[in-house]
């Protein structure tokens, strides 16, 4: 990778946001921002939810149409915010292109937050939505505890690289075949309440409210992707809380209804 290149830095740039869950116009925007700012000849992107091309001329040396395929994206605000930092501090001018590198491979390195962290605060998510929908204080806290048992199994799937269809649909039943043991055992009282707080943390509504500011913006291909994502996503969560919710009423007489 050369790291005096324009186009690269732009690049590179671009690939981050989209990486992080960026929204297409805030990735394309940044990308042209950057070539303008360093005052290249010519540059034309054009970026997909889940591929960005890239083509210019730089100090009069034509680069070939660059292509790369993103296949996934996890949501990370941090490197986000601090990428259009860099972007605005690029167009002020403050940052010669090797710096702006230098200050792009830290924002690439920023950790995703510690497991005992992302743990507490899916257990407290889970806990608060479940009471926040109805449910009595003993429903939030066995959500707390699913939101536990969720998030530990979503850090698992994560290093096995599980597929995230495959990922949502077995989260999604693990944490609903938890509530309905505590409920089995007689403690909790609404197992629905239970349930709407514990696989809250999967909800895709990110992606969603992504894809709808892509259609506001004119990027109907991608906002058409997000959209799609996000509605598997949402079906695999109900598959995965349907099956388990009907194989233990069926094994129960109906105990759970």
């Avoid at 055992?185 to 990110?206: C, E, F, H, Q, T």
Wanted: glycine share 10%.
């Amino acid at each position: 990778m050369d790291k005096t290149s324009v186009l690269e830095l732009s690049f590179q740039m671009g690939e981050t946001l989209l990486q992080n869950g960026a929204e297409i116009s805030r990735v394309q925007e940044t990308m042209e921002r950057v070539a303008r700012a360093y005052r290249v000849d010519s540059f034309d992107v054009y970026v997909l939810t889940n591929a960005v091309f890239a083509t210019g001329v730089e100090q009069g040396v034509e680069h070939a149409a660059r292509l790369k395929h993103i296949p996934s994206t996890t949501i990370h605000f941090g490197r986000i915010l601090a990428v259009n930092q860099l972007s605005r501090e690029i167009a002020q001018g403050d940052h010669t292109v090797e710096e702006a590198f230098s200050i792009l491979d830290s924002v690439r390195g920023m950790p995703y937050s510690p497991l005992p962290l992302a743990t507490l605060a899916c257990a407290v998510g889970s806990a608060c939505f479940s009471y926040l929908f109805g449910g009595s204080w003993l429903d939030a806290l066995i959500a707390f505890f699913c939101g536990v048992v969720l998030e530990l199994f979503l850090y698992g799937a994560g290093r096995r690289k599980l597929s995230k269809f495959l990922t949502n649909l077995s989260a999604s039943a693990l944490v609903t075949l938890c509530g309905a043991l505590f409920l089995l055992a007689g403690i909790g009282d609404n197992m629905d309440k239970i349930i709407i707080g514990s696989i809250i943390r999967l909800v895709p509504g990110v992606a969603l409210t992504t894809s709808i500011r892509d259609f506001f913006n004119g990027d109907y291909l991608s906002g058409a992707i997000r959209m799609l994502d996000a509605v598997l996503v949402g079906g695999c969560i109900a598959v995965g809380v349907g099956v388990v919710v009907r194989c233990l009423s069926l094994l129960t007489g109906g105990a759970l209804l």
